[in-house]
């Protein structure tokens, strides 16, 4: 697979219940860059409110990794060295035949 990009997934380590009962906060952090294909599905920077502009992408990424976990949430997606944003997983990613994972934000 041609790859023209990277992504780093949210990773939530701890966490939980100490021995009185209390929560204890999870450490939040993100993953080492995991080389993909990135293509664009919409990218509308037509958007406008009072005080400036924003911009509405969205992403179909491939991952040539079947060993890739399936309950990510979160994403930060890198092309051609510029950093596309920070984009939540819309649905479960999906494995697909050729051992590779789509994830779409």
């Given at each position: 697979?041609?790859?023209?990009?990277?992504?780093?997934?949210?990773?939530?380590?701890?966490?939980?219940?100490?021995?009185?009962?209390e929560p204890i906060s999870s450490v939040q952090s993100w993953s080492t860059p995991v080389p993909c294909s990135i293509r664009t599905v919409t990218n509308n920077s037509k958007g406008r409110y009072e005080d400036?502009?924003?911009?509405?992408?969205?992403?179909?990424?491939?991952?040539?990794?079947?060993?890739?976990?399936?309950?990510?949430?979160?994403?930060?997606?890198?092309?051609?060295?510029?950093?596309?944003?920070?984009?939540?997983?819309?649905?479960?990613?999906?494995?697909?035949?050729?051992?590779?994972?789509?994830?779409?934000?």
């Amino acid at each position: 697979m041609r790859t023209n990009g990277y992504l780093q997934y949210h990773i939530h380590t701890g966490g939980g219940f100490n021995e009185d009962g209390e929560p204890i906060s999870s450490v939040q952090s993100w993953s080492t860059p995991v080389p993909c294909s990135i293509r664009t599905v919409t990218n509308n920077s037509k958007g406008r409110y009072e005080d400036g502009k924003f911009n509405q992408a969205s992403y179909e990424v491939l991952v040539e990794n079947n060993k890739f976990p399936l309950d990510i949430t979160r994403v930060k997606l890198m092309r051609n060295d510029m950093e596309l944003g920070e984009y939540v997983v819309q649905g479960k990613p999906i494995p697909t035949v050729m051992e590779r994972v789509k994830i779409i934000v």
